[in-house]
């Protein structure tokens, strides 16, 4: 079993910015998924954005211009830079690795934004 471990959520006020991490001691590097996705309450859980090991990154379209996914292939780590939040944005957070898609995922990390 693969265990990810994400930190990096909190309370921030709409416009601020927060930057998740999500480690793994399992080897990112020759993995072909790595994803963030979020749940607020009451909703289903959606794709944030995906960073694959070959090709063109993903971002929703509600993140696009304001979220960066990253990928750390030496420490084992994926990022989700979060900037110019909005309370929309408030949901649990998920990072989520695999081959083929996300077969891996975190325990999550709670994000809330405040207007």
């Known amino acids: 079993q693969v265990q990810l471990v994400e930190s990096g959520g909190g309370l921030v006020q709409a416009g601020g910015s927060l930057r998740l991490s999500c480690a793994t001691k399992r080897s990112i590097f020759e993995l072909d998924y790595t994803g963030w996705y979020r749940q607020a309450p009451g909703k289903q859980r959606e794709l944030v954005a995906v960073?694959?090991?070959?090709?063109?990154?993903n971002y929703a379209e509600f993140v696009k211009g304001r979220f960066t996914i990253s990928r750390d292939n030496v420490k084992n780590t994926l990022y989700l830079q979060m900037s110019s939040l909005k309370p929309e944005d408030t949901a649990v957070y998920y990072c989520?690795?695999?081959?083929?898609?996300?077969?891996?995922w975190g325990q999550g990390t709670q994000v809330t934004v405040s207007s």
């Open positions: 960073l694959p090991r070959r090709g063109p990154t």
């Open positions: 989520a690795i695999g081959h083929l898609g996300p077969t891996f």
